[in-house]
């Protein structure tokens, strides 16, 4: 395995970086006092910003209007998105579509404008009786001639105040809950609703609304990818999400350790900067530790996405982004942990970037899966496969 860096690769990292650090971070009190709020022209102006540095899309192909990087140069780019607060790093838009199930009508239609940044997706999987468990949904997908009609509620739909169009999880065996089946739909077909915009602990600039959908009726050309494939189409989503988690916890932590030992070397109590207490040592130096045996794992894991070759290659990756997601998850909370304990009663407010990453880094070890769910999924990996398949 090789970790070094490839020219090209380096000068991603820094201008990705001079983004981050010149254009987001700067705006992150401003967002985290009006709870998240960003508005829509500066939201704008941001992106019009990023579009020539493209990294944008980056997980799709350029012939849909994507910026194709490889796994690694995609890690690269969300460690370095991670590093800001408040979601400021998701105005590079990564519209997370499994392109090799979308027909060419739903790449002129969805696809491609959201690759360009002209529309805005959400994914809506989870509902008020199915979470870890997406297999048993209670919103369904009825045939009716050439439609389906689509009825039931979805939670926590990150985005869906601002997206214009959803790719919805449904059962098309209503009788039962399965044959799990993807959509399309413009949000603002008749029928759709939101019905609760919930606080949450973070105030990042997207919310997460809940949306009821009644008879909303959708054309067969909207279903995305075979009827009953739906899971297996979202899991493909999910591994590549975990991993672009992991590279974010990366980031958060990294900029964590810079900002808390920039501060403990000026913080003087007792005569001394706090930095020369061991006992303040010990928190940034297993931080530091942490932080490196997690981007290892996430670069690992990325090459070995970049490289797999057969299914089997696959299934390997699918246990390694469980590793990855996890360890690089509950590090990073460590390290906010040990940061805002770092810098005492500032790190306890609000402007502080460790008070911020506290909270918002906390459902990194819930979405795309539970950290639970991951341990289940490493779990039943090491049983089919052996330790030395997971570890090479
Ligand atoms: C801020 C935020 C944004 C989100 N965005 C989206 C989104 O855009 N789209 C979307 O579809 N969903 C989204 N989600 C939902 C998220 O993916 C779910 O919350 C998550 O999958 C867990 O499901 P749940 O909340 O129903 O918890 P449950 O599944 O009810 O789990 C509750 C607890 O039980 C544990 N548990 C469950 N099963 C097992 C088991 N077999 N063994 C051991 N422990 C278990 C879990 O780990 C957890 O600790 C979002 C959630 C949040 C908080």
């Known amino acids: 395995m090789d970790f070094n860096l490839t020219p090209d690769q380096k000068t991603l990292q820094l201008k990705v970086r001079r983004f981050v650090y010149e254009e987001l971070i700067p705006l992150e009190v401003e967002v985290e006092m009006a709870d998240g709020y960003l508005a829509p022209e500066m939201r704008a102006e941001l992106k019009e910003k990023l579009r020539p540095l493209n990294v944008h899309a980056s997980s799709l192909p350029r012939a849909v209007g994507g910026t194709e990087y490889s796994w690694v140069d995609q890690v690269i780019i969300n460690e370095e998105i991670g590093k800001a607060t408040n979601g400021l790093g998701w105005l590079v838009w990564a519209p997370a579509i499994v392109l090799k199930h979308a027909s060419a009508e739903q790449i002129e ?130 591994l590549h999400e975990r991993v672009m988690i992991a590279a974010r916890c990366c980031g958060a932590a990294y900029r964590l350790i810079e900002e808390a030992s920039e501060f403990a070397q000026s913080r003087v109590q007792f005569g001394e900067p706090i930095s020369e207490y061991q006992l303040i040592q010990q928190k940034l130096a297993d931080s530091l530790t942490e932080l490196w045996a997690a981007r290892l794992l996430t670069f690992a894991t990325a090459q070995a996405a970049d490289s797999a070759e057969t299914e089997e290659d696959r299934k390997r990756v699918h246990a390694k982004a469980a590793m990855a997601k996890l360890y690089a998850s509950e590090m990073a909370n460590r390290v906010a942990d040990h940061a805002v304990q770092i810098f005492g009663g500032r790190g306890y407010m609000r402007e502080n970037v460790a008070e911020r990453f506290y909270r918002e880094l906390r459902v990194e070890r819930i979405w795309e899966g539970t950290s639970e769910i991951q341990r289940i999924i490493i779990a039943y990996s090491l049983y089919k496969r052996g330790v030395e398949a997971l570890i090479d």
């Not at 029928?191 to 054309?219: E, W």
């Open 109 to 238: 239609r969805y696809v491609r404008p959201a690759a360009n940044g002209e529309r805005d997706a959400c994914y809506a999987v989870t509902e008020p009786n199915a979470g870890s468990d997406a297999s048993k949904l209670e919103t369904t997908a009825v045939r009716d001639g050439d439609d389906w009609l689509i009825s039931g509620e979805k939670w926590h739909v990150t985005s869906g105040d601002v997206a214009d169009f959803v790719v919805i999880q449904c059962a098309t065996d209503p009788a039962t809950g399965d044959g799990n089946t993807l959509f399309f739909i413009d949000l603002d077909s008749p029928g759709i609703n939101i019905i609760d915009h919930p606080k949450y602990m973070h105030h990042i600039i997207d919310g997460h609304p809940r949306y009821a959908f009644n008879n909303v009726r959708v054309p067969d050309a909207n279903r995305f990818g075979p009827v009953g494939e739906g899971l297996s189409i979202s899991k493909e989503w999910f």
